[in-house]
């Protein structure tokens, strides 16, 4: 078994990064790799960026990333679509004989791991490597198990279709891994600490795996699920109970569950909880203000939709994806507690026959 050891401080220090990661730079090259999965922190490219530094040290013949579950199956994400007749024997069952699966339901530790190295002899000769492996032309491969969330690594892996990787081409990406490990522990703290959201303004917010368990929160979520009075526990039961995805607290503020994407790379076909401010309830420094509960980037949005911008100019303008400008207008709209771009406009309306605008 060749397993890189644990690390326990996951901040990015380039210095540590030896001279064969510098002299195995390729494509992009390993500077410019960094730099672009550094921008995407908080992205939902951020893993693909990651295994685009991966394949600036190494050659391979495929990048992917697999979330491998102390408690369940693995889960591919990247990429999003795979063969079936590679991905059918595997979800059938044959995961339970992958020596990756293994190490992190025995071990669980955060490491960069060759498959050459941890499988036993015997595996060479499994259904495993006979209908798995030589399906997806697999010969070695390379795991990076980067930290948990919720006892699950998202896992960057690397195959080689012939041959297997050297002692050198292992080490390399092992003297990477600190800054790896960094990059995706930074990510992390972006997703949560932000809310995935926009404006740095922290709301309670918390991750949920596909069977709804707790994998991550923030401290303003924990500190109002410790609030006796903040009825945050009951709504959750709420939710839980009616299948509905909001719920109302009793300060007016609304629980808001929403799903997550199958390549979301933390918890993939999750649920994210988020605590929004009702529009009935919300404070307003100028009771004639209808804008003032909105963030500066959801004001822009509704300032050129009522322009008669569409999604793709409004995105264009304001230099951000169109998923982007879509996710800021349904949280505009919750605030609002409108639905269309019709009651967006009803309401602008309205706000003028009150103020004689």
């Known amino acids: 078994m060749n397993v890189h050891s644990p690390v326990r401080n996951y901040v990015p220090n380039p210095g540590q990064i030896r001279s064969e990661v510098r002299n195995g730079m390729a494509g992009l090259g390993f500077s410019t790799a960094i730099g672009r999965a550094s921008a995407a922190i908080g992205d939902d490219v951020f893993y693909d960026r990651l295994l685009e530094v991966i394949a600036s040290l190494v050659e391979a013949d495929a990048f992917s990333l697999v979330r491998y579950s102390s408690s369940g199956a693995p889960d591919l994400i990247i990429p999003r679509e795979i063969r079936s007749e590679v991905a059918a024997p595997y979800a059938s069952g044959l995961y339970t004989l992958d020596p990756f699966h293994d190490y992190w339901r025995s071990v669980g530790s955060p490491a960069v791991c060759s498959l050459r190295r941890l499988a036993p002899a015997e595996m060479w000769k499994s259904r495993y490597a006979l209908e798995f492996l030589r399906a997806a032309s697999i010969s070695d491969e390379i795991a990076v198990f980067l930290p948990p969330i919720g006892g699950a690594s998202p896992t960057l892996v690397v195959d080689r279709a012939v041959g297997e990787f050297g002692a ?77 995805t909001k719920a109302l607290l009793p300060d007016g503020r609304l629980v808001v569950r929403s799903a997550l994407g199958a390549d979301f790379g933390a918890a993939p076909g999750g649920q994210c909880d988020q605590v929004e401010v009702s529009a009935m309830h919300a404070p307003r420094a100028d009771p004639n203000d209808w804008l003032s509960i909105l963030t500066n980037r959801e004001r822009q949005i509704v300032e050129l939709t009522l322009e008669g911008h569409p999604i793709a100019s409004i995105a264009d303008r304001l230099g951000v994806k169109r998923g982007t400008v879509k996710n800021h207008r349904l949280r505009l709209y919750q605030k609002l507690d409108i639905t269309t771009e019709r009651e967006l406009f009803l309401t602008y309306v309205q706000h003028l026959r009150v103020t004689g605008a």
């Open 168 to 244: 050198a081409e292992l080490a390399t990406i092992e003297n990477a891994f600190p800054l790896l490990a960094g990059l995706h522990d930074a990510h992390l703290k972006a997703i949560i600490s932000h809310g995935l959201a926009a404006d740095a303004t922290e709301k309670p917010l918390r991750l949920l795996d596909r069977r709804g368990d707790e994998l991550a929160a923030n401290s303003a979520w924990r500190r109002l699920v410790a609030d006796p009075r903040g009825g945050l526990v009951e709504a959750l039961v709420e939710l839980a109970s009616t299948g509905n």
